[in-house]
């Protein structure tokens, strides 16, 4: 999608809306395909008084397993994000500016690269998540193994006789 600026970098008060998906479902990432959906975008673009603001929000399907348990997890995943606008080109070396230098904005890279950045890096099916028995790979969010109680390190199990 290639939003066209030139009416709102002109005219205070001006806008632009748009609505449109950027493919996301080939997109690999550690190695599995986390995207189960391609994403649904909002844009906004509008000039407050000179300063020219664009507004995209994301929607989309993502599903990966927990970080602990391995369990898939298949979440809808909204975001908002928002950035400054600029026409021509300017010496500012600041990042939060994007330049539009003939007044035509490619959005479609912008959306994905805002979408990686913004992903969660932990992904747990809950915040105190058990995770998997070490021993026997049990879930043990849904089931209490007996590895803990059977399975003494043998060096603690000749400090136990020697305690008895
Ligand atoms: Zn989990
Ligand atoms: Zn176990």
Not at 31 to 41: N, Q
Not at 49 to 63: A, P, Q, R, T
Not at 94 to 108: G, Q
């Given at each position: 999608?290639?939003?066209?600026?030139?009416?709102?970098?002109?005219?205070?008060?001006?806008?632009?809306?748009?609505?449109?998906?950027?493919?996301?479902?080939?997109?690999?990432?550690?190695?599995?395909?986390?995207?189960?959906?391609?994403?649904?975008?909002r844009a906004e673009a509008k000039n407050k008084?000179?300063?020219?603001?664009?507004?995209?929000?994301?929607?989309?399907?993502?599903?990966r397993p927990c970080d602990r348990c391995f369990?898939?997890?298949?979440?809808?995943?909204?975001?908002?994000?928002?950035?400054?606008?600029?026409a021509g080109l300017s010496d500012s070396e600041?990042?939060?500016?994007?330049?539009?230098?003939?007044?035509?904005?490619?959005?479609?890279d912008l959306v994905v690269s805002d979408i990686l950045l913004d992903l969660p890096g932990k992904y747990l099916c809950s915040e105190d998540c058990k995770g998997l028995c070490p021993h026997c790979g049990c879930n043990l969010n849904d089931a209490e193994c007996d590895c803990r109680k059977g399975n003494i390190d043998p060096r603690l199990e000749i400090l136990k006789q020697l305690i008895d």
């Open positions: 999608m290639v939003l066209n600026l030139k009416d709102v970098f002109l005219n205070d008060g001006a806008k632009v809306n748009a609505e449109f998906q950027v493919e996301l479902k080939p997109i690999t990432l550690d190695g599995i395909y986390p995207f189960d959906s391609d994403a649904e975008v008084l000179g300063f020219v603001s664009l507004v995209l929000d994301v929607s989309f399907v993502y599903c369990k898939e997890l298949r979440r809808e995943l909204e975001f908002s994000f928002e950035h400054r606008l600029v600041d990042d939060d500016y994007i330049e539009v230098p003939d007044f035509e904005l490619e959005l479609d």
